[in-house]
């Protein structure tokens, strides 16, 4: 039983009386779920693909475009081009950080100490404070001359950057505050995940002689990967649709410095009212999310253990 | 290093994996735990710092960290700015049938996912991973246009059920369902359960974490999501606290000291339900028996 | 589901639930229950406006009116959806400033044929600035309630303890003496700057019209912020920011950021609206006072805009709409507007309540706004200035940041501008 690790699918192996027994159970089970999801979230999302089509002024009506909106956005869009750096820039600096910060924190809090209750309560605090409230906080922090950061930085003889105004540093500003944000919600994750992972399993290893980091690498990691996936991969979603922080804190400035695909996508379609062109982007990010989940959905088959 | 030792001995809870090793590995632990608690509460103090202070101090430049004159009667003003207390009401109700309803449902579907073998199942699970990829700002219209339909404008339930069917429970879910070993289902099965038999007596109550986990992302995710009842909600009777705190940002100028104040009282009741969830983390029954705690 | 039955469900409800704005009739109220969305950022506000709503049932016993609020910030998203969606109230609040998009959008109906079928109802008493402000191709669709014109603020305690003389009231001074009082009140060791100017280009126009320029021509098809007038004028205000006697931009996402720079107490000078009255005298805790706009080339030019109420174009009570629209603009309800004390009231019947001191010279206001003093012309915006706006925003922060000279930017987007005023002609003439 313990250390079986089997990928790929389980209900084969075991012999069900006959499949047309599980079509129905299946769609008693997912019945609930699926008409709500197919009325609520399938047909806007599909309606929003539709609208990518077509020449959608908010107010004045629809016209089919074809694929114009899509040349626009590729050929002559500096702004869109810049919205797309921008997203994938913040996510593949951001993921990294707040998953293996947010692992990190979990082991730490799962350690059997008193009053480590707390500190789980502590790092999820960033997550469920309003955004508002904390980008002001954010944004007096990193004021240049008087804010906390550059004081601080002061003190031990480095000059800090203009950071919300800088075009250079503004992007990682964002990105600090986000992890900073975000890293309790997958420290909560992981931490149930960790909490799955049976402590006989520990037991075994350390009568074997693994030192703490072989256990952490042969027992705690790849039970814990399921987890981890998930938390990689929605990670990856939400760091692609940021959008609170860059309205917020920036306002996608300097220039197009800190405007994301998804503020790009606001402005377009609540503020210029041009809700086609807006779907478009949206595709546009859509299969951006797409392409890095399959690849990571793929790559699951070599890292992924389901016991 | 007997010093070391008590003060180790001290530390250790009952929750939780022993640190084991050696006997300063809990002050260490606490140590690295207590300095990364400081640097992310440094940014939280100062928000409510600031909701103690009078709004010239909070405009003051260079801003200032420790008020100069304490005035708690924020706190007061921030509530009666606006019906808080119905608010805080409404936004209960929705959070709380939001997450009812997806994770009730989500365990549902997750379970086929995850168990169920059916044709078109792994397509159908990429829609609904799909779904999850596409921003709400391009999805709120043909939603509300939907709501409008139903006569659901400014209703709990134009509220509650839109956001109660994304992927985000189905996936987490499955992913979690797909861990327990297929071993405890076969022996119930060979024993002649059904499969909401097993659904019910053997999944879920492993599930623990992973529910808990959920339901309070969910209860998170929603009380501080603004975009979907800002535009369902019209009157008081179903305006949410998110929408209410936006009420100290003016067209000409912002209320900070009152936001902020706002923004920590909104912020306990997400604070309690997390804490209270607290428990249902605590390790489940593991297959193999108890961890000897 | 099959893939191929899953599509053809979604095509089905897609087609029936009408998404390409083929609404089905809500069910209106019945006759005489009205809604009407405004934005309102105050308990105080609120209170005014519930006020009103109740004056109106009053005086018309068959006529309910329910208020609905939303903040400023997000009445526009709440807008744009129920429009969209055709959910929008009866009466609906809007801003001149972004008038011509939402009224060439079909949002609201004319008003002149009620002004012209009601005898007893006198629309010159609003200022010609806010008739204009509220009307696109001539054509009015909303009645104001407020009106304000740009003027310079001032910091009467930093003057006195730098010994410079204040600007005098009721001449504006020259942009010689401007600059001059302001690089006398500049001490950078204690940060504080002689002005500061909000990032945003709305504020630019009047240093614009003041030097002779503008943003665009009469006939709103050609940018002219290429014209050496404007490019002077540009260079005039970015001058005073890279010379650091204007306080640095540190906030480009705050609209009220030089506001709250100036209720920090250390700085001089600063252009913004009457409706700051109130905010000025809870946040600053020293004296102010107001004066015109410096004068440039072409004098001390200024804008002013406001806002006010329209009748949407989907509401079934239309003359039900209308009695409770002149209800609500009338004299009396534009006084108690005006006690709340948010903003100089949009009919000039209205003004003798309009709050004293501070600021002492509040009686300048009206001359400015009549162009007793300077000119005020109305701030005239197109169809697409949403959209210019958000252009001019992003391709602005270098310069107000001091790290692109004005000429270049202004290559970058005067084509980018002329873009927009194209489409803006074409969407109006879609609409005649």
């Not at chain 1, 500190?119 to 904390?134: E, K, Q």
């Not at chain 1, 990670?235 to 609170?244: A, E, K, L, P």
């Not at chain 3, 609120?46 to 609905?68: F, G, M, N, Q, S």
């Not at chain 3, 990032?199 to 630019?204: C, K, Q, R, T, Y």
Request: aromatic letters at 14%; proline letters at 6%.
């Amino acid at each position: 039983m313990a250390g079986t690790a089997q990928t790929g699918r389980g209900p084969e192996k075991v012999p069900w009386k006959n499949r047309e027994h599980e079509g129905l159970a299946a769609g008693l089970f997912l019945l609930p779920n699926l008409i709500g999801f197919l009325i609520f979230t399938a047909i806007p999302v599909g309606a929003a693909f539709v609208l990518a089509f077509y020449d959608y002024d908010l107010l004045l009506g629809a016209s089919w475009a074809g694929l114009e909106n899509f040349r626009e956005l590729f050929t002559v869009d500096r702004v869109f081009r810049a919205a797309l750096f921008n997203t994938v820039y913040f996510t593949a600096v951001s993921v990294p950080l707040s998953v293996v910060l947010g692992l990190a924190t979990a082991i730490l809090v799962n350690q059997a100490l008193r009053g480590v209750v707390i500190f789980r309560s502590i790092f999820l605090l960033p997550y469920v404070t309003v955004t508002v409230a904390l980008s002001l906080v954010w944004k007096w922090l990193y004021l240049p001359d008087i804010g906390l950061i550059n004081s601080v930085l002061g003190a031990v003889g480095i000059d800090g950057p203009a950071w919300l105004t800088s075009q250079t540093w503004a992007m990682p500003a964002l990105i600090l505050m986000s992890v900073w944000k975000g890293f309790g919600y997958n420290m909560v994750i992981f931490l149930a995940g960790l909490q799955g992972i049976p402590d006989h399993l520990y037991d075994a290893a350390k009568v074997d002689g693994a030192t703490a980091w072989r256990r952490f690498l042969n027992v705690t990691l790849p039970l814990l990967s399921p987890t981890t996936f998930f938390v990689v991969v929605i990670s990856v979603i939400s760091s692609f649709q940021v959008f609170d922080q860059a309205l917020i804190m920036t306002n996608g400035g300097p220039g197009t410095a800190t405007t994301t695909l998804v503020l790009y996508i606001y402005q377009k379609g609540f503020q210029s009212f041009d809700m086609g062109y807006a779907a478009a982007v949206a595709l546009v990010l859509f299969a951006v999310i797409f392409v890095f989940t399959v690849v990571q959905f793929l790559f699951q088959r070599r890292w992924v253990t389901y016991e | 290093m007997s010093a070391f030792d008590s003060i180790g001995a001290a530390l250790k809870g009952r929750a939780g994996v022993s640190p084991g090793g050696k006997p300063y590995w809990p002050i260490l632990i606490y140590a690295t735990l207590m300095a990364m608690a400081f640097l992310t509460l440094v940014p939280i103090i100062w928000m409510v710092l600031t909701a103690f202070k009078s709004a010239p101090e909070v405009a003051a430049n260079p801003p200032t960290w420790w008020p100069r004159e304490w005035h708690p009667e924020n706190f007061a003003a921030a509530w009666n700015f606006a019906p808080f207390g119905r608010y805080l009401i409404n936004s209960l109700v929705m959070v709380g049938g939001i997450t009812i309803l997806q994770t009730v449902t989500s365990a549902l579907a997750a379970y086929a996912f995850a168990r169920l073998r059916f044709r078109g199942r792994d397509l159908l699970f990429l829609l609904y991973l799909g779904t999850l990829m596409i921003p709400p700002q391009v999805t709120v219209i043909p939603q509300f246009i939907l709501i409008k339909e139903l006569d659901w404008v400014d209703t709990y339930q134009g509220l509650i059920v839109p956001q109660a069917f994304t992927a985000f429970g189905v996936f987490l879910l499955r992913q979690f369902f797909l861990t327990i070993p297929y071993e405890l289902e076969d022996a119930a099965r060979i024993d002649g359960a059904s499969r909401f038999g097993c659904f019910w007596r053997i999944i879920l109550p492993l599930s623990g974490p992973a529910l808990a986990t959920l339901a309070v992302f969910a209860f998170l995710f929603h009380w501080n999501n603004l975009l979907w009842p800002l535009i369902v909600s019209n009157s008081d009777a179903t305006i949410p606290v998110v929408v209410g705190l936006r009420n100290f940002q003016g067209q000409y100028g912002t209320e900070w000291n009152l936001l902020m104040a706002a923004a920590a009282i909104a912020t306990i009741p997400t604070v309690i339900v997390y804490l209270f969830a607290q428990r249902w983390f605590v390790r489940g029954i593991t297959m193999s028996g108890f961890g000897g705690r | 589901m099959n893939r191929r039955d899953f599509l053809r469900m979604s095509g089905a409800c897609l087609a029936g639930v009408g998404l390409l704005g083929v609404g089905a009739c809500g069910g209106g109220g019945t006759s005489g229950t009205l809604r009407w969305s405004m934005w309102s950022d105050t308990p105080e506000e609120t209170r005014v406006w519930k006020d009103l709503a109740r004056d109106v049932h009053e005086k018309y016993p068959d006529i309910t009116v329910k208020l609905e609020t939303v903040t400023f910030a997000d009445y526009w998203d709440k807008l744009t959806t129920q429009i969209a969606s055709e959910n929008e109230a009866d009466i609906v609040a809007m801003q001149s400033l972004r008038m011509p998009g939402y009224a060439a959008r079909g949002a609201l109906q004319p008003l002149m044929p009620f002004i012209e079928d009601d005898s007893d109802f006198d629309v010159d008493d609003f200022f010609g600035p806010i008739r204009q402000g509220l009307s696109v191709n001539d054509e009015l669709y909303a009645l104001g309630y407020d009106i304000g014109p740009i003027i310079l603020y001032y910091n009467k305690d930093l003057f006195g303890k730098a010994k410079v003389e204040p600007p005098p009231a009721e001449t504006p001074m020259s942009w010689e003496e401007f600059r001059e009082k302001a690089e006398q009140l500049t001490n950078p060791g204690a940060r504080e700057y002689g002005f500061v100017e909000q990032p945003v280009f709305d504020f630019m126009v009047p240093w614009l019209w003041s030097g002779g320029g503008g943003y665009m021509n009469a006939a709103q098809t050609e940018c002219t912020l290429d014209t050496p007038e404007s490019i002077g004028a540009m260079e005039f205000v970015i001058g005073m920011i890279t010379d650091k006697i204007a306080a640095p931009v540190t906030d480009l996402a705050n609209p009220s950021f030089a506001v709250e720079e100036f209720f920090g107490g250390k700085i001089g000078m600063h252009v913004d609206g009457p409706w700051q009255f109130i905010n000025i005298r809870e946040n600053s805790d020293f004296e102010w006072d107001v004066a015109p706009m410096p004068a440039g080339p072409a004098g001390s030019v200024t804008w002013a805009a406001g806002s006010g109420f329209g009748i949407s174009n989907t509401t079934e009570n239309a003359d039900a709409a209308w009695t409770a629209l002149k209800t609500i603009t009338s004299t009396e309800s534009l006084e108690k507007l005006v006690k709340a004390g948010r903003g100089y009231p949009a009919r000039e019947s209205a003004v003798s309540t309009f709050e004293k001191p501070p600021p002492q010279n509040v009686d300048v206001v009206q001359k400015i706004l009549v162009s007793d003093i300077g000119e005020t012309r109305p701030f005239v915006t197109t169809t697409t200035w949403q959209e210019t706006t958000v252009m001019l925003t992003r391709d602005f922060s270098p310069v107000f940041l001091g790290k692109q000279s004005v000429d270049a930017v202004v290559s970058k987007v005067k084509p980018q501008f002329d873009k927009l005023l194209k489409e803006h002609q074409e969407i109006l003439e879609q609409q005649s």
